[in-house]
C-alpha cells in the first residue's frame, strides 16, 4: 500500500515535471529575482551580474520622486479611463446586434472578431497610416467635412488627439472579444424570464434595465478588469504609434502624452538599461494589478449566483 | 396581424442590417485599406482613390527580395509553432497529474500556479531577459520559445475539460493493467482534443504575434521574427508605405487563415477562459 502511494506521487512528478520546471525558472523564480534587482543598482548591461550595486530601497524612494513615473500612471489611468467605458459599449453594442435573427450572421460574427487574433503592432502600423498627417485617410475624411485641425500634425501628432486614437485603435481590435462574452451571456438568459415580465406588462426600457443589465453584471465587471489589464500592459501600441509623444506643456514642465507606464517601463530597461530602477517599477505595477484583482474577485463573488 | 406591426418590422430590420453592416465596415476598413494600398504602385498610396489604379504585386516581390521577410515567416513560424507545441504538450501532461493523480500538496500547488495569473505580463520582462542573459541565450531561438512554455492559463483550460471525463473510463483501464502513459496517450487525450486544439491555437496565435519579448532577446537580424522585422523596416524605410503594407498584409495571413477554418476553437478559448472561478 505505501509502495503504491509512493508510485502515484512519482509518476505525478514525472507528468508535472516539465511544466512546474519552466514555471519555477521563468515565472516564479522570477518574481523574487526581480525584488532583488529592484535593489540594487545595474550599471553596465552587458554583463549584468558582475555590475551590481546594492542600493536597498533608494529605487523605491527615487520612483516615488520621480515626476514622469507619477506622469506615466495618470497616463495608464486615462488610457484606462478610456478603454473600459468605449470596449464595453463597442462590445455590447456589437452582442446586441448580433444577437438578432439574422442572415449571413456567421458571416458577420467572424468578422467582428477577427481583428482580435491578429497582430496587435501590425494593426498599429497601419492605423499610423490611416492617421498620418496631410494625406492620412481619417484626416481627409475630415478635411471633407470641413475639418482641417489634424491636417498638419495627423491624429498622433497633437497632445490632445493622441491618446484616444491610441485607444481607438485598441477598441475596435478587441470589441470583438468582448461581443463574443456578452452574446454568450445574452444567449444564457432563459426567454421564459422575458415572457413572465411581458405578462407582468414591462416594456422594452424595462425589460432592458431590470432583466438584462443585471444578468450581464459578471460580464461586464470581467470587461473592466480586462480594460485595466490592457492599460497596465499597454505598450506595443504605443511603440507602434507614437513612441510615448507628441510632447505636452503642464505649467513649467514638459511631457509626453502617451508616455503609460509600460512604454516608461521599456525605456528605462532596454533604453536607459537600467534594470534595478526598471525592476522597482515592475513591482509598484504589480501591486496595482492584484490590487485591482483582488477589487474583482470581492465585487464578483456575491453577485454572480442568480 | 395587422399591417402596422409587419411594417415595424421591416424598419426593425433595416435598422439593424444598416448598423451591423456600418460596424463591419468600421472593424475592417484598416486590413481592407492596408491590402488595397499593398497593391498600389510607389508614390501612388496618398492619391484619393478607394482602388489602385494600375494594381502590382511589385510590393510583395520586394518585401521578399530585397528585405529579409522571407527568413523573418521562417522564424517566426519555428518559434510559434514549437512553443504552441511544447506549450500544449507540457499543460496537458500537469493537467492530466491534477486531474486524475492524487500527490501531495496537490491543490496548494495548483493554486500557486494560478496565483500567477494575476501577474501582469509586462512585469516579467526584466528579471527574465536578466535570466535569458546569464543563461547566455540571447540570440537563440531557446530564448525566444522556452520562457513562455508554462502556460498557466493552458493548465486552467486543460484540466477544467479533464474534470468532465468520467473518471470510471481511467479507472477501469487502470484494473485492465493500462500504465499512467497509455491512460494519457490513448484515452485522456483523446478525449481532450477540442479543448487540446484550442490552446495550440492560441499559443501558436500569441507566439506569431508577440512583439516586445522577441525585439529584447534578439538583436540579430538573421533571427528576427516578422513584427520585429516589421518594426525594423518601419524604422530604417519610414517613407515606403506600399511595402510597409505589403508586408504587414503577408504577415496576417496565417493567423487569418486558421482563424477562418478554426473559428470555434478560438471562440471556445476566449468564452472558456472568461468564466473561471
Known sequence: MRRSRLNENLTALAFLSPFVLIFALFLAYPLFYSFFLSLNKVTVLVNVFDNLTFVGIQNFVDLFRDGVFGWSLLMTLYYAALIVPLGIGASLLLAVLLNNKLKLH??????????????????????????????????????????????????????ESAMPAVVMVNVLKGAGFGMILYLAALQNIPQSIYEAAEVDGANWWQKLIRITMPLLRPVTLFMVIVGVVAALNSFVEVYAMTAGGPSVQVGDRTYQATWVSGYYLFDTFYVKLRLGYAAAMSYVLLAIAVAVSLANLRLLRPKTDY | MSGESKAAAIIRSVVIYTLITVAAIVVLFPFAWMILTAFKVPGTEFDLELMPRHPTIENFKRVFTEFGFLRYFMNSSIVAVSAALFATLFASLAAYAFSFKNFILKEKVFAIIIASMMVPGLMYVVPQFAIIKKLGWMNTYRAMVIPHLANVFGLFLLRQYMASIPRSLVDAAKIDGASDIQIYGRIVVPLSLPIIATLFLLTFQFHWSNFLWQLIVTNKESLYTVPVGLAMFKQQHEQLYTLKMAASAVSIV???????????????????????E
Open chain 1, 106 to 159: 456567421s458571416l458577420f460574427r467572424t468578422a467582428f472578431f477577427l481583428p482580435y487574433v491578429l497582430d496587435l503592432f501590425v494593426v498599429g502600423i497601419v492605423w499610423t497610416y490611416i492617421y498620418s498627417p496631410h494625406f492620412g485617410i481619417l484626416t481627409r475624411v475630415f478635411e471633407f467635412f470641413g475639418i482641417s485641425y489634424f491636417s498638419e500634425t495627423g491624429f498622433l501628432g497633437r497632445a
Open chain 2, 254 to 276: 496565417p493567423i487569418s487563415v486558421i482563424f477562418v477554418f478554426a473559428q470555434r476553437y478560438f471562440i471556445e478559448g476566449v468564452t472558456k477562459g472568461a468564466v473561471k
